[in-house]
């Protein structure tokens, strides 16, 4: 009837097929999780109005041509350009970079090391959405 010296066997296939599937789902699914926590800020007493910083915006293109604004820059005289062109920006005017991903990462750190010389300390990096 029954061998009772035989030893049971653990098949753990199955598990290890479930275990790799919910692995993967993870991973899909952990860079889309964001978390979000409500917080009351205190009132303020004094009510100041708040003003919006001008903001300039930079873009480089694919061919090297740096937009300001409405004004086009080739990039070899771009550092001569934007520094004649700082003064009549406020010193603490945000300066938001954008360039297309195609180019050289010097050439973007180029742009930035030149606006940082002209004497702007707010200095984003846009990304691509």
């Known amino acids: 009837m029954f061998d009772w010296d035989e030893k049971p066997e653990l098949n753990i296939t199955p598990l290890v097929d ?8 993870l991973m899909v699914i952990s860079p889309n999780i964001v978390y979000e926590e409500l917080i009351r800020l205190p009132k303020g007493s004094a009510q100041k109005e708040i003003t919006k910083k001008e903001s300039i915006e930079i873009s480089i293109s694919n061919d090297r041509n740096v937009k300001v604004g409405n004004d086009q820059f080739k990039f070899d005289t771009f550092a001569d350009d934007f520094i004649r062109l700082a003064p009549s920006y406020k010193s603490d005017s945000t300066v938001r970079i954008s360039a297309d991903g195609r180019l050289n990462y010097s050439d973007v750190m180029n742009v930035l090391a030149v606006v940082k010389k002209a ?7 846009v990304t691509a959405q």
Do not use: E, T
């Open 119 to 125: 004497g702007f300390q707010n200095v984003s990096l």
């Open 18 to 25: 479930v275990m790799l599937v919910l692995l993967a789902i």
